[in-house]
Protein backbone atom coordinates (compact mmCIF):
# COMPACT_ATOMS: atom_id res chain seq x y z
CA UNK A 1 0.00 0.00 0.00
CA UNK A 2 1.30 3.27 -0.99
CA UNK A 3 1.53 5.97 1.26
CA UNK A 4 -0.08 9.23 0.42
CA UNK A 5 2.41 12.32 1.24
CA UNK A 6 0.36 15.60 1.79
CA UNK A 7 1.73 18.71 2.45
CA UNK A 8 -1.47 20.77 2.34
CA UNK A 9 -1.42 21.67 5.74
CA UNK A 10 1.41 23.79 5.27
CA UNK A 11 -0.44 27.26 4.32
CA UNK A 12 -2.61 26.96 7.15
CA UNK A 13 0.39 26.55 9.41
CA UNK A 14 3.17 28.91 7.98
CA UNK A 15 2.82 32.00 10.05
CA UNK A 16 3.18 29.64 12.89
CA UNK A 17 5.95 27.73 11.59
CA UNK A 18 7.48 31.35 10.53
CA UNK A 19 6.91 31.99 14.81
CA UNK A 20 8.83 28.89 15.60
CA UNK A 21 11.85 29.60 13.13
CA UNK A 22 12.18 32.97 14.59
CA UNK A 23 12.23 32.17 17.88
CA UNK A 24 14.54 29.74 17.93
CA UNK A 25 16.94 32.19 15.31
CA UNK A 26 16.13 34.64 18.33
CA UNK A 27 17.47 32.19 21.01
CA UNK A 28 20.76 31.21 18.53
CA UNK A 29 21.42 34.74 18.22
CA UNK A 30 21.46 35.72 22.30
CA UNK A 31 22.52 32.62 23.32
CA UNK A 32 25.60 32.39 20.55
CA UNK A 33 26.66 36.01 21.39
CA UNK A 34 26.39 35.61 25.26
CA UNK A 35 27.96 32.29 25.20
CA UNK A 36 30.72 32.99 23.29
CA UNK A 37 31.24 35.96 25.44
CA UNK A 38 31.16 34.23 28.35
CA UNK A 39 33.85 31.89 26.58
CA UNK A 40 35.89 34.58 26.09
CA UNK A 41 35.95 35.47 29.72
CA UNK A 42 36.35 31.72 30.88
CA UNK A 43 39.09 31.55 28.23
CA UNK A 44 41.40 34.19 29.58
CA UNK A 45 40.14 33.87 33.35
CA UNK A 46 41.87 29.88 32.95
CA UNK A 47 44.24 30.95 30.81
CA UNK A 48 46.02 32.70 33.62
CA UNK A 49 44.38 31.15 36.10
CA UNK A 50 42.56 34.68 37.46
CA UNK A 51 41.28 34.64 41.07
CA UNK A 52 38.86 33.08 41.54
CA UNK A 53 37.08 33.09 38.40
CA UNK A 54 39.93 30.72 36.52
CA UNK A 55 39.05 28.18 39.34
CA UNK A 56 35.12 29.04 39.09
CA UNK A 57 35.18 28.26 35.75
CA UNK A 58 36.88 25.20 35.57
CA UNK A 59 34.20 23.75 37.66
CA UNK A 60 32.12 25.80 35.84
CA UNK A 61 33.03 23.87 32.21
CA UNK A 62 33.30 20.57 33.90
CA UNK A 63 29.95 20.82 35.32
CA UNK A 64 28.05 21.57 31.83
CA UNK A 65 30.29 19.79 29.27
CA UNK A 66 29.65 16.66 31.34
CA UNK A 67 25.96 16.67 31.37
CA UNK A 68 23.02 16.27 29.29
CA UNK A 69 21.61 19.61 27.36
CA UNK A 70 18.04 18.32 28.54
CA UNK A 71 18.78 17.98 32.13
CA UNK A 72 20.45 21.34 32.49
CA UNK A 73 17.54 22.53 31.21
CA UNK A 74 15.05 21.11 33.35
CA UNK A 75 17.68 22.40 36.63
CA UNK A 76 17.38 25.96 35.78
CA UNK A 77 13.29 25.78 34.68
CA UNK A 78 11.89 23.26 37.35
CA UNK A 79 14.82 23.28 39.66
CA UNK A 80 15.64 27.44 40.10
CA UNK A 81 12.02 28.07 41.63
CA UNK A 82 12.85 26.02 44.42
CA UNK A 83 15.43 28.59 44.80
CA UNK A 84 13.08 31.46 44.60
CA UNK A 85 14.26 32.08 41.06
CA UNK A 86 10.87 31.71 38.68
CA UNK A 87 11.89 32.08 34.70
CA UNK A 88 9.74 32.57 31.98
CA UNK A 89 10.53 29.26 29.97
CA UNK A 90 12.04 31.68 27.16
CA UNK A 91 14.31 33.13 29.57
CA UNK A 92 14.86 29.31 31.00
CA UNK A 93 16.03 28.70 27.54
CA UNK A 94 18.21 31.45 26.69
CA UNK A 95 20.16 31.15 29.93
CA UNK A 96 20.78 27.16 29.45
CA UNK A 97 21.89 28.02 25.55
CA UNK A 98 23.87 30.89 27.00
CA UNK A 99 25.80 28.49 29.79
CA UNK A 100 25.88 25.33 27.78
CA UNK A 101 27.46 27.25 24.64
CA UNK A 102 29.63 29.41 27.16
CA UNK A 103 31.37 26.21 28.60
CA UNK A 104 32.39 24.76 25.18
CA UNK A 105 33.20 27.75 23.81
CA UNK A 106 35.36 28.45 26.79
CA UNK A 107 37.59 25.71 26.42
CA UNK A 108 38.01 26.32 22.31
CA UNK A 109 39.32 29.70 22.89
CA UNK A 110 41.51 29.15 25.22
CA UNK A 111 43.08 26.35 23.06
CA UNK A 112 43.25 29.35 20.86
CA UNK A 113 44.90 31.59 23.07
CA UNK A 114 47.71 29.05 24.24
CA UNK A 115 48.59 28.33 20.44
CA UNK A 116 49.71 32.25 20.70
CA UNK A 117 53.31 31.82 19.79
CA UNK A 118 55.67 33.41 22.89
CA UNK A 119 57.89 35.24 20.85
CA UNK A 120 54.29 37.48 20.20
CA UNK A 121 53.66 37.65 24.31
CA UNK A 122 57.68 38.50 24.31
CA UNK A 123 57.45 41.17 21.87
CA UNK A 124 54.06 43.01 23.18
CA UNK A 125 56.27 42.50 26.76
CA UNK A 126 59.07 43.87 26.14
CA UNK A 127 57.21 46.89 24.48
CA UNK A 128 55.91 47.10 28.03
CA UNK A 129 52.14 46.44 27.87
CA UNK A 130 50.30 44.92 30.31
CA UNK A 131 48.57 41.61 30.78
CA UNK A 132 45.40 42.65 29.89
CA UNK A 133 46.49 44.85 27.12
CA UNK A 134 48.88 41.66 25.29
CA UNK A 135 45.42 39.68 25.86
CA UNK A 136 43.23 42.47 23.97
CA UNK A 137 45.63 43.72 21.36
CA UNK A 138 47.60 40.40 20.72
CA UNK A 139 46.24 37.43 21.46
CA UNK A 140 42.71 37.75 21.49
CA UNK A 141 42.24 37.98 17.63
CA UNK A 142 44.26 35.70 16.30
CA UNK A 143 43.00 33.39 18.54
CA UNK A 144 39.36 33.82 17.42
CA UNK A 145 40.36 33.38 13.99
CA UNK A 146 41.94 29.90 14.57
CA UNK A 147 39.22 28.93 16.41
CA UNK A 148 36.30 30.47 14.57
CA UNK A 149 35.47 27.25 12.20
CA UNK A 150 35.39 25.13 15.95
CA UNK A 151 33.37 28.01 17.66
CA UNK A 152 30.80 28.10 14.55
CA UNK A 153 30.16 24.58 14.63
CA UNK A 154 29.50 24.46 18.44
CA UNK A 155 27.27 27.58 18.21
CA UNK A 156 25.40 25.12 15.59
CA UNK A 157 25.43 22.09 17.50
CA UNK A 158 23.67 24.85 20.22
CA UNK A 159 21.35 25.86 17.89
CA UNK A 160 19.93 22.55 17.05
CA UNK A 161 20.02 21.33 20.37
CA UNK A 162 17.78 24.12 21.20
CA UNK A 163 15.05 21.74 20.01
CA UNK A 164 14.36 20.41 22.83
CA UNK A 165 13.79 23.39 24.44
CA UNK A 166 10.05 22.46 23.40
CA UNK A 167 9.61 20.15 26.33
CA UNK A 168 9.75 23.32 28.76
CA UNK A 169 6.87 24.83 26.44
CA UNK A 170 9.49 27.22 24.84
CA UNK A 171 7.54 28.06 21.31
CA UNK A 172 10.72 27.12 18.97
CA UNK A 173 10.20 25.30 15.67
CA UNK A 174 10.25 21.94 17.46
CA UNK A 175 7.61 22.62 19.87
CA UNK A 176 5.72 24.68 16.36
CA UNK A 177 5.87 20.87 14.97
CA UNK A 178 4.80 18.61 17.92
CA UNK A 179 2.07 20.63 18.12
CA UNK A 180 1.15 20.73 14.20
CA UNK A 181 2.06 16.83 14.26
CA UNK A 182 -0.77 16.40 17.02
CA UNK A 183 -3.35 18.18 15.15
CA UNK A 184 -2.95 16.87 11.37
CA UNK A 185 -0.92 13.10 12.76
CA UNK A 186 1.05 13.47 9.54
CA UNK A 187 4.03 13.21 11.19
CA UNK A 188 6.03 12.29 8.00
CA UNK A 189 5.81 15.02 6.43
CA UNK A 190 5.67 17.30 9.58
CA UNK A 191 8.99 16.25 10.22
CA UNK A 192 10.29 16.29 7.49
CA UNK A 193 9.47 19.60 6.67
CA UNK A 194 11.40 20.47 10.37
CA UNK A 195 13.71 18.81 9.25
CA UNK A 196 14.77 20.74 6.23
CA UNK A 197 14.02 23.87 8.27
CA UNK A 198 16.60 23.08 10.59
CA UNK A 199 19.11 22.31 7.86
CA UNK A 200 18.27 25.37 6.33
CA UNK A 201 18.91 27.34 9.67
CA UNK A 202 22.08 25.58 10.35
CA UNK A 203 23.51 26.55 6.48
CA UNK A 204 22.31 30.28 7.46
CA UNK A 205 23.79 30.48 11.27
CA UNK A 206 27.36 29.40 9.28
CA UNK A 207 26.89 31.32 6.77
CA UNK A 208 26.52 34.74 9.59
CA UNK A 209 28.95 33.28 11.22
CA UNK A 210 31.63 32.70 8.78
CA UNK A 211 30.64 36.45 7.55
CA UNK A 212 31.53 37.89 11.14
CA UNK A 213 34.56 36.15 11.06
CA UNK A 214 35.51 37.57 7.95
CA UNK A 215 34.31 41.45 9.01
CA UNK A 216 35.45 41.64 12.77
CA UNK A 217 37.96 38.42 13.10
CA UNK A 218 40.38 38.77 9.71
CA UNK A 219 39.33 42.67 8.86
CA UNK A 220 42.21 43.01 6.55
CA UNK A 221 41.56 45.89 3.84
CA UNK A 222 41.33 45.07 0.54
CA UNK A 223 43.83 45.62 -1.67
CA UNK B 1 77.14 58.05 34.67
CA UNK B 2 76.26 55.30 31.86
CA UNK B 3 73.36 55.22 30.88
CA UNK B 4 73.01 50.83 31.04
CA UNK B 5 74.61 49.79 34.19
CA UNK B 6 74.20 46.05 35.66
CA UNK B 7 75.89 44.59 39.03
CA UNK B 8 76.48 41.41 40.54
CA UNK B 9 74.18 39.92 38.30
CA UNK B 10 73.09 36.94 39.04
CA UNK B 11 70.50 33.93 36.68
CA UNK B 12 69.78 30.49 37.11
CA UNK B 13 67.60 28.40 35.58
CA UNK B 14 66.88 25.81 37.96
CA UNK B 15 70.58 24.89 39.13
CA UNK B 16 72.02 25.92 35.97
CA UNK B 17 74.08 29.21 36.90
CA UNK B 18 73.80 30.82 33.60
CA UNK B 19 74.72 34.47 34.58
CA UNK B 20 77.80 34.81 37.03
CA UNK B 21 77.88 38.21 38.23
CA UNK B 22 77.75 40.21 35.37
CA UNK B 23 79.05 44.04 35.56
CA UNK B 24 78.10 45.94 32.47
CA UNK B 25 78.01 49.86 31.83
CA UNK B 26 76.91 51.03 28.74
CA UNK B 27 77.44 54.84 28.00
CA UNK B 28 74.79 57.43 26.00
CA UNK B 29 75.41 56.77 22.53
CA UNK B 30 77.73 53.55 22.57
CA UNK B 31 77.23 50.70 20.53
CA UNK B 32 78.55 47.09 22.22
CA UNK B 33 78.86 43.82 20.51
CA UNK B 34 78.06 40.93 22.79
CA UNK B 35 79.63 37.25 21.50
CA UNK B 36 80.26 34.43 22.77
CA UNK B 37 79.89 30.60 22.07
CA UNK B 38 76.64 28.97 22.10
CA UNK B 39 75.00 28.89 25.56
CA UNK B 40 77.63 31.45 27.25
CA UNK B 41 74.41 33.64 28.41
CA UNK B 42 74.08 35.92 25.98
CA UNK B 43 70.34 35.86 25.29
CA UNK B 44 69.73 35.30 28.73
CA UNK B 45 71.70 38.74 29.31
CA UNK B 46 69.93 40.45 27.10
CA UNK B 47 66.80 39.81 28.13
CA UNK B 48 67.28 40.53 31.56
CA UNK B 49 68.10 43.75 30.67
CA UNK B 50 64.84 44.73 29.52
CA UNK B 51 62.92 41.95 32.12
CA UNK B 52 62.14 39.28 29.88
CA UNK B 53 64.01 37.20 32.76
CA UNK B 54 64.01 37.60 36.12
CA UNK B 55 67.31 37.61 38.35
CA UNK B 56 68.26 36.02 41.01
CA UNK B 57 70.80 38.47 42.51
CA UNK B 58 72.10 42.28 41.25
CA UNK B 59 70.59 45.39 40.16
CA UNK B 60 69.95 46.49 36.51
CA UNK B 61 69.82 50.09 35.80
CA UNK B 62 68.67 52.18 32.82
CA UNK B 63 68.54 56.00 32.56
CA UNK B 64 67.17 56.08 36.27
CA UNK B 65 64.80 53.16 36.20
CA UNK B 66 66.09 50.33 38.25
CA UNK B 67 65.24 46.81 38.55
CA UNK B 68 66.26 44.98 41.51
CA UNK B 69 65.71 41.50 42.50
CA UNK B 70 63.26 41.97 45.58
CA UNK B 71 61.60 44.73 43.96
CA UNK B 72 60.95 43.41 40.47
CA UNK B 73 57.24 44.34 40.17
CA UNK B 74 55.10 44.92 37.13
CA UNK B 75 55.00 48.52 37.17
CA UNK B 76 58.55 48.65 37.77
CA UNK B 77 59.39 46.22 35.10
CA UNK B 78 56.98 48.36 32.57
CA UNK B 79 59.04 51.58 33.77
CA UNK B 80 62.38 49.44 32.38
CA UNK B 81 60.50 48.09 29.03
CA UNK B 82 59.89 51.70 28.15
CA UNK B 83 63.51 52.82 27.83
CA UNK B 84 64.55 49.12 26.51
CA UNK B 85 63.54 48.16 23.37
CA UNK B 86 64.15 44.87 21.64
CA UNK B 87 64.71 43.01 18.16
CA UNK B 88 63.93 39.51 18.26
CA UNK B 89 66.15 36.71 15.63
CA UNK B 90 62.35 35.56 14.75
CA UNK B 91 61.05 39.21 14.44
CA UNK B 92 57.56 38.47 16.34
CA UNK B 93 55.35 40.80 14.19
CA UNK B 94 51.94 40.99 15.32
CA UNK B 95 50.00 38.77 11.98
CA UNK B 96 46.88 40.71 12.65
CA UNK B 97 47.90 43.63 12.22
CA UNK B 98 49.48 45.79 9.23
CA UNK B 99 53.21 46.45 9.19
CA UNK B 100 51.94 50.04 10.13
CA UNK B 101 49.48 49.15 12.86
CA UNK B 102 52.43 46.75 14.29
CA UNK B 103 54.17 50.24 14.78
CA UNK B 104 51.36 52.25 15.99
CA UNK B 105 49.95 49.89 18.56
CA UNK B 106 52.30 50.64 21.32
CA UNK B 107 51.98 54.13 21.68
CA UNK B 108 48.40 54.14 21.18
CA UNK B 109 48.47 51.80 24.01
CA UNK B 110 51.10 51.63 26.70
CA UNK B 111 51.56 55.36 25.52
CA UNK B 112 47.99 56.73 25.15
CA UNK B 113 49.20 58.48 21.88
CA UNK B 114 46.36 59.70 19.64
CA UNK B 115 46.13 57.89 16.24
CA UNK B 116 46.59 60.27 14.70
CA UNK B 117 50.06 60.91 16.46
CA UNK B 118 50.59 57.36 16.52
CA UNK B 119 50.19 56.75 12.65
CA UNK B 120 52.60 59.89 12.08
CA UNK B 121 54.91 58.32 14.45
CA UNK B 122 54.62 54.68 12.38
CA UNK B 123 55.07 56.65 9.10
CA UNK B 124 58.10 58.53 10.42
CA UNK B 125 59.92 55.33 11.80
CA UNK B 126 58.63 53.13 8.62
CA UNK B 127 60.50 55.80 6.66
CA UNK B 128 63.66 55.24 8.81
CA UNK B 129 63.65 51.71 8.03
CA UNK B 130 63.55 52.43 4.13
CA UNK B 131 59.57 50.96 4.82
CA UNK B 132 57.49 54.13 3.83
CA UNK B 133 55.45 52.45 1.32
CA UNK B 134 55.11 49.16 3.30
CA UNK B 135 52.86 50.61 5.57
CA UNK B 136 49.51 48.94 4.87
CA UNK B 137 51.17 45.64 4.30
CA UNK B 138 50.84 42.93 6.21
CA UNK B 139 53.57 40.37 7.85
CA UNK B 140 52.80 37.79 5.33
CA UNK B 141 53.25 39.65 2.17
CA UNK B 142 56.52 40.82 3.41
CA UNK B 143 60.43 39.67 3.03
CA UNK B 144 61.88 38.38 6.22
CA UNK B 145 64.68 41.49 5.82
CA UNK B 146 61.48 43.83 5.92
CA UNK B 147 60.17 42.03 8.36
CA UNK B 148 62.85 42.47 10.85
CA UNK B 149 62.93 46.25 9.81
CA UNK B 150 59.05 46.43 10.53
CA UNK B 151 60.36 45.12 13.85
CA UNK B 152 62.84 47.88 14.40
CA UNK B 153 60.50 50.52 13.60
CA UNK B 154 58.04 48.95 15.87
CA UNK B 155 60.66 48.96 18.79
CA UNK B 156 61.96 52.49 18.22
CA UNK B 157 58.41 54.31 17.87
CA UNK B 158 58.45 54.11 21.90
CA UNK B 159 61.20 56.32 21.72
CA UNK B 160 63.07 53.73 23.59
CA UNK B 161 66.79 54.87 25.10
CA UNK B 162 68.79 51.54 24.37
CA UNK B 163 68.03 49.35 22.00
CA UNK B 164 69.11 45.18 22.43
CA UNK B 165 69.45 43.25 19.30
CA UNK B 166 69.28 39.41 19.77
CA UNK B 167 70.96 38.23 16.71
CA UNK B 168 68.01 39.84 14.43
CA UNK B 169 69.89 38.48 11.26
CA UNK B 170 70.34 34.92 12.02
CA UNK B 171 67.01 33.65 10.74
CA UNK B 172 67.30 36.07 7.15
CA UNK B 173 68.68 34.55 4.13
CA UNK B 174 72.27 35.66 3.69
CA UNK B 175 70.91 37.51 0.77
CA UNK B 176 69.06 39.65 2.97
CA UNK B 177 71.31 40.47 5.68
CA UNK B 178 72.67 43.60 4.64
CA UNK B 179 69.13 45.12 4.44
CA UNK B 180 68.43 44.32 8.28
CA UNK B 181 72.94 45.34 8.89
CA UNK B 182 72.39 48.73 7.02
CA UNK B 183 69.33 49.86 9.14
CA UNK B 184 71.41 49.38 12.65
CA UNK B 185 74.89 50.66 11.10
CA UNK B 186 72.52 54.09 10.12
CA UNK B 187 70.73 54.00 13.90
CA UNK B 188 74.63 53.67 15.01
CA UNK B 189 75.70 56.69 13.11
CA UNK B 190 72.78 58.63 14.53
CA UNK B 191 73.79 57.95 17.96
CA UNK B 192 71.56 55.29 19.07
CA UNK B 193 72.54 53.42 22.18
CA UNK B 194 72.91 49.82 20.99
CA UNK B 195 73.48 46.47 22.74
CA UNK B 196 73.77 43.36 20.29
CA UNK B 197 74.34 39.88 19.74
CA UNK B 198 75.39 38.53 16.51
CA UNK B 199 77.47 36.27 15.01
CA UNK B 200 78.67 39.06 12.12
CA UNK B 201 82.00 39.59 13.07
CA UNK B 202 82.64 41.71 10.12
CA UNK B 203 79.75 43.93 10.80
CA UNK B 204 80.78 43.62 14.46
CA UNK B 205 84.12 44.96 14.52
CA UNK B 206 83.35 47.71 12.00
CA UNK B 207 80.23 49.49 14.39
CA UNK B 208 80.82 48.65 17.28
CA UNK B 209 82.55 50.68 20.08
CA UNK B 210 83.23 47.65 23.26
CA UNK B 211 83.16 44.29 22.11
CA UNK B 212 82.53 42.13 25.38
CA UNK B 213 83.20 38.56 24.91
CA UNK B 214 81.37 36.10 26.88
CA UNK B 215 82.25 32.49 28.68
CA UNK B 216 80.24 30.72 31.26
CA UNK B 217 78.09 33.35 32.44
CA UNK B 218 81.05 35.61 32.55
CA UNK B 219 82.10 38.83 30.85
CA UNK B 220 85.65 37.12 30.26
CA UNK B 221 87.39 39.95 28.05
CA UNK B 222 85.69 43.20 26.89
CA UNK B 223 87.39 45.75 25.35
CA UNK B 224 88.14 47.59 21.62
CA UNK B 225 87.09 45.34 19.05
CA UNK B 226 90.05 46.54 16.47
CA UNK B 227 92.21 45.86 19.64
CA UNK B 228 90.45 42.54 20.84
CA UNK B 229 90.90 40.80 17.91
CA UNK B 230 94.57 42.26 17.23
CA UNK B 231 95.40 40.90 20.37
CA UNK B 232 93.25 38.92 22.53
CA UNK B 233 93.85 39.00 26.15
CA UNK B 234 92.70 35.80 27.34
CA UNK B 235 93.04 31.92 25.82
CA UNK B 236 89.58 31.49 25.57
CA UNK B 237 88.84 34.37 23.19
CA UNK B 238 91.83 33.83 21.11
CA UNK B 239 90.44 29.78 20.63
CA UNK B 240 86.75 31.71 19.84
CA UNK B 241 88.03 33.78 17.29
CA UNK B 242 90.01 30.91 16.23
CA UNK B 243 87.10 28.81 15.74
CA UNK B 244 85.09 31.42 13.92
CA UNK B 245 86.93 30.60 10.48
N1 LIG C 1 64.13 29.36 29.32
C1 LIG C 1 65.19 28.59 29.70
N2 LIG C 1 65.02 27.56 30.55
C2 LIG C 1 66.06 26.80 30.94
N3 LIG C 1 67.31 26.99 30.53
C3 LIG C 1 67.54 28.01 29.67
C4 LIG C 1 66.50 28.85 29.21
N4 LIG C 1 67.02 29.75 28.36
C5 LIG C 1 68.34 29.49 28.30
N5 LIG C 1 68.66 28.45 29.08
C6 LIG C 1 70.03 27.91 29.28
O1 LIG C 1 70.86 28.97 29.68
C7 LIG C 1 72.12 28.86 29.09
C8 LIG C 1 72.44 30.12 28.33
O2 LIG C 1 71.55 30.25 27.26
P1 LIG C 1 71.53 31.51 26.29
O3 LIG C 1 70.38 31.35 25.40
O4 LIG C 1 71.63 32.76 27.09
O5 LIG C 1 72.89 31.31 25.49
P2 LIG C 1 73.43 32.10 24.24
O6 LIG C 1 74.77 32.59 24.61
O7 LIG C 1 72.45 33.11 23.79
O8 LIG C 1 73.57 30.94 23.16
P3 LIG C 1 73.31 30.96 21.59
O9 LIG C 1 74.54 31.51 20.95
O10 LIG C 1 73.10 29.54 21.24
O11 LIG C 1 72.10 31.80 21.33
C9 LIG C 1 72.09 27.60 28.23
O12 LIG C 1 72.65 26.56 28.98
C10 LIG C 1 70.63 27.36 28.01
O13 LIG C 1 70.37 26.01 27.87
MG1 LIG D 1 71.15 33.32 22.09
Same mark, same amino acid.
Given at each position: MAYHFDFTFVPDYAGMLAQGVAYTLGLTVVGGTLGILIGIGGAVSRTWNVRPFGPLYGYYVELFRNTPFLVQLFLIFFGLPSLGIKLAEWQAAILAMVLNLGAYSTEIIRAGLQATPRGQVEAADSLAFTRWQVFLHVMLRPALRKVWPALSSQVVITMLGSSVCSQISAEELTFVANFIQSRNFRAFETYFLTTAMYFGLALLVRQAMHAIGRHLIVRRPSR | MPLVSTNRLHKFFGTN?? +?? #?IKLDVEEGEVVTIVGRSGSGKSTLLRTLNGLESIDDGVIEVDGATLEVDRADASALRNLRQKVGMVFQQF? +? =? *?? @?SAGQNVMLAPQ???? !? *?KKEAEEIARRMLERV #? @? $??? =?? $?FPDQLSGGQQQRVAIARALAMSPRVLLCDE? !?? $? +?DPELVNEVLGVVRQLAGEGMTLIMVTHEMRFAREVSDKLVFMHEGKIHESGHPQAMFAKPATAEFASFIGSLN
Open positions: - | HV +LR #GN +L =F *PH @LVVKR !T *P #G @L $AEK =FD $AI !TS $A +L
